[in-house]
């Protein structure tokens, strides 16, 4: 399965498969979908829809890839959850701290769910979000590949995640 994400702030395009789908997003694109030579609108993506791929991601990798289950790293993905709920709940310093005390734990699950906080909290810098959107993705592939996981089949996991969000898978 092929897809091309549109960026809409720049106007570029990036051609990407269902394995490299999560880590190919960037807040304000829209997700196309190429079948034969006809192309299917899959969704748009939205800081706050990023964020929630992102702290599911971690989540995931926290629940099923990690031996320890770390307070702070379930503290940090409960607090993102809850910001993805109402962004008023929770103060950017709040998420900016559990994300620094989640990265601590030195695992790529914690790793995920510090990126989704500091996502969250940093709202006014697109590049950033992006970026800790796109790394939390490749951490939560690490995850599984230390975890002597497919790191592939984690990556297909995420993909079809995020079709499954857009009600088309």
Not at 81 to 104: F, H, M, N
Not at 131 to 151: E, F, G, P, Q, Y
Request: contains cysteine.
């Amino acid at each position: 399965m092929n897809f091309i994400i549109f960026n809409l702030a720049d106007g570029s395009q990036k051609p990407c498969d269902l394995a490299n789908l999560s880590q190919s997003l960037s807040p304000n694109c829209e997700i196309v979908r190429i079948i034969g030579n006809k192309h299917e609108a899959i969704g748009y993506v939205s800081h706050k829809t990023l964020v929630h791929f992102a702290v599911e991601n971690a989540n995931y990798a926290h629940q099923n890839y990690t031996k320890d289950q770390d307070p702070k790293v379930q503290n940090c993905i409960d607090l993102t959850r809850k910001w993805g709920q109402d962004q008023s709940s929770v103060s950017a310093d709040q998420l900016k701290e559990a994300a620094d005390a989640a990265y601590t734990a030195a695992a790529y699950a914690a790793y995920a769910a510090a990126y989704a906080a500091y996502a969250a909290a940093n709202a006014t810098d697109a590049a950033a979000y992006a970026a800790h959107a796109a790394a939390d993705a490749s951490n939560a592939a690490h995850a599984a590949a230390n975890a002597d996981k497919n790191k592939l089949n984690e990556q297909n996991r995420q993909g079809t995640f995020i079709l499954k969000f857009f009600e088309v898978e």
